[in-house]
């Protein structure tokens, strides 16, 4: 069912005395391809889903942040003064925004805040982005900060670096910032430029294939695979200083320090240079109407994400085997990993057979049901009443 204003409304009303706020939005993201490459200065090639978070918001006079979670029934009240803030992450992403806004000199008060959300928590769809991105538009918003919309992704960003512990890039939260319906985008991570690309792909769909294993990047192994690329690219440096990311960094670069670092790392650094190669590829696919193309990229990320940045599990490799058998154009695990959703790109015309399929073949060799999600691409972070 999909959510809408008042659902949050109403709980608003009940929690906080009768009153209202403002409410805004902000969504969940798919990202077709280019995994795993914004925190190493490449290439992402996102869009903003219809599903997100809704949130209602009101200056309430104090220095109180006031926040009631409708999905999971839970209020929480913690001072803007306060260092540490609350401990449960879904209020720490709200903290986390409140800090980070207030250190970019916008002056933030006390607020009431009732939210709930459609996107389905630890499907790679980036949920806490959502969040994160919905309470920073609204306090721009409420609290005159005249921050633009990048500035405000970044919020986002330091948020999980600082109060949560994810050291994750800036794609999600820059999709839920910029996206554009019935466009996807391709972001440059390394120099911040960014391109609209249309998407109303004729006789093909998108649609996710949620697992129901919860991926969880809090103390994953996420910010190991960083860590793995910092140290190639430290290698890199002794003859490159100029290098910075991976990004920066070619195949021969790679070959040249490959004696130095351990196998998985240089497997971890594989994956990422071609990863950068294959959303190029993809651009280029798609100014020709070419989605064969672009779906056999979309099954070489698998590939790479499963067997060298190993971030893939039995659920989501049998996703996409199924998907390769039944025909499907392109499959690939999506998100951090470790569970979550498989991404499809599938022709309208085998739509129906391959979800049948894949229900029938997913619950008899697991013994549960995975969940569909057809995709939408809709708008970024935005006021709604």
Request: glycine letters at 10%; hydrophobic letters at 35%.
């Amino acid at each position: 069912m999909k959510l809408t204003i008042d659902d949050v409304r109403s709980r608003f009303i009940k929690h906080f005395d009768g009153t209202t706020g403002t409410v805004y939005a902000a969504p969940g993201r798919i990202n077709l391809i280019g995994e795993h490459t914004d925190y190493n200065g490449g290439f992402v090639f996102p869009g903003a889903v219809e599903q997100g978070i809704i949130a209602e918001l009101k200056p309430n006079g104090t220095r109180l942040i006031k926040a009631y979670s409708i999905d999971l029934k839970d209020y929480y009240e913690f001072s803007l003064d306060d260092e540490k803030g609350p401990r449960s992450t879904h209020f720490r992403y709200i903290f986390g925004v409140a800090k980070e806004m207030m250190k970019l000199g916008v002056k933030v008060e006390g607020f009431n805040i009732a939210f709930a959300g459609d996107v389905p928590q630890g499907s790679g769809m980036s949920s806490s982005a959502a969040l994160e991105s919905c309470v920073a538009y609204a306090l721009n918003d409420t609290f005159n900060g005249n921050i633009d919309p990048m500035t405000l992704a970044k919020v986002g960003q330091a948020t999980e670096h600082n109060y949560v512990g994810v050291k994750c890039g800036i794609m999600d939260q820059f999709a839920a910032m910029h996206g554009k319906k019935n466009n996807l985008m391709r972001l440059d991570c390394r120099s911040g430029e960014f391109e609209y690309f249309p998407w109303q792909p004729k006789g093909y769909k998108l649609v996710l294939i949620n697992s129901c294993v919860k991926h969880e990047l809090v103390g994953s192994p996420y910010n190991e695979r960083r860590e793995s690329c910092e140290r190639v690219v430290a290698a890199v440096k002794a003859f490159k200083p100029e290098a910075e990311t991976l990004r920066d960094c070619t195949w021969e670069d790679l070959e040249k320090v490959k004696e130095q670092i351990s196998e998985v790392d240089y497997r971890r650094a594989k994956f990422v240079l071609g990863e950068v190669d294959r959303v190029l590829a993809v651009c280029e696919a798609l100014k020709q109407n070419d989605y064969e193309t672009v779906g056999e990229k979309m099954y070489e990320t698998h590939d790479g994400l499963s067997k060298d940045y190993e971030v893939s599990c039995e659920e989501t490799d049998y996703l996409v085997d199924i998907a390769r058998d039944c025909g499907v154009s392109g499959a690939r695990i999506m998100g951090g990993g470790f569970g979550g959703c498989t991404i499809n790109l599938v022709q309208k015309d085998l739509y129906p057979t391959f979800i049948e399929q894949v229900k029938a073949n997913y619950n008899e060799k697991f013994g549960k049901a995975c969940k569909i999600i057809d995709v939408v691409i809709g708008d970024g972070a935005r006021k709604l009443c």
